[in-house]
């Protein structure tokens, strides 16, 4: 086919290249308003290359090489060309901006069609017994009707895309599923669509994004100085479902009972002492008197006793 012989000499710089210049000008969008190459083998639904035909009926799209007098197409420098400049004599469709936009070439009267031939498009008047898109329930990228022409049926917006729904030649858009998207998350998220999935609360102590992570459930810990704060020895919440066990603030004290506790102190004898707070006894090495040593008691050998030297 000719399309196809033009994709060929295209794609391989041949000395062709400039003179179809012009007409791939217009070409090259991912939807709509490129040049495309009919199915050949209608009988064993293989496309012109070969191929396992996706969608029968559909056309097969060549996309326009980038211009090389732009930088990547969407980048910081990339100058868009007017659609004067991508449009040429095309009277409808759509091309490319070269910067990865898309320019409307112009819209049909209602009685007309915009076809694709002879690398451009065109209005041209509805014939009898003619399909539309509106006819076919198409509305984007370019099909085939019945009258071995070429349909333009314009391109889709914002999320939507073309075929996006799972339909050839439609706009649609599939959204991501909602286990995907809600997979350990919380509150609404986007579905990939323009809408949002609902992906629920949390169970207290916690809140969405209660531990500092966006649409996760967590809680902070209050800061055991603040939770603690004049509450010396006591068991306070640590805001999350836990709580601190508060040190004593003042020195040489433990706790015991819920507060604050000073332990009984040795004598300066020799012995033991019963030091409180729940300490039980300490073993105490005081001085004992004159003459006297601190030795173990021959009754109770655990417990020492001052004692006189024989």
């Known amino acids: 086919m000719k399309t196809a012989l033009f994709r060929r000499l295209l794609l391989s710089a041949l000395p062709l290249a400039p003179v179809l ?113 509106t006819d076919l329930g198409k509305n984007c990228g370019t099909i085939p009707n019945n009258c071995g022409q070429n349909l333009d049926c314009g391109l889709c917006s914002g999320v939507n895309k073309c075929g996006g729904g799972g339909v050839a030649n439609v706009c649609g858009c599939t959204k991501t599923p909602q286990a995907t998207v809600c997979a350990g ?15 629920g609360g949390c169970k207290l102590p916690d809140s969405c994004g209660g531990g500092g992570a966006a649409n996760i459930c967590g809680c902070t810990k209050i800061a055991q100085a603040t939770a603690c704060a004049g509450k010396p020895c006591q068991t306070v919440p640590d805001g999350c479902g836990g709580t601190f066990a508060c040190a004593p603030v003042t020195a040489g004290t433990v706790c015991f009972g819920g507060a604050e506790c000073r332990p009984n102190a040795c004598p300066v004898t020799c012995g033991f002492v019963a030091q409180g707070c729940g300490l039980g006894e300490k073993a105490c090495r005081g001085t004992c008197p004159k003459n006297y040593s601190c030795v173990a008691d021959p009754d109770i050998p655990t417990r020492n006793i001052c004692d006189t030297l024989l």
């Open 21 to 133: 210049g012009g007409c791939a000008a217009v070409l090259g969008l991912e939807e709509t308003s490129v040049v495309y190459e009919e199915r050949t083998d209608a009988t064993t639904g293989l496309d012109g290359g070969g191929q396992p035909a996706s969608d029968a009926g559909a056309i097969d799209a060549f996309v326009e090489p980038r211009d090389a007098g732009n930088v990547t197409d969407g980048g910081p420098t990339c100058v868009p060309k007017s659609a004067a400049a991508v449009c040429g004599t095309n009277k409808c469709g759509n091309a490319p901006n070269g910067c990865g936009e898309t320019l409307s070439c112009g819209s049909c009267a209602s009685n007309e069609d915009c076809i694709f031939s002879n690398n451009n498009f065109a209005c041209k008047a509805r014939a009898p017994n003619c399909s539309s898109c």
């Open 185 to 199: 998350k919380c509150a609404a998220l986007p579905d990939g669509c323009g809408g949002t999935w609902d992906c």
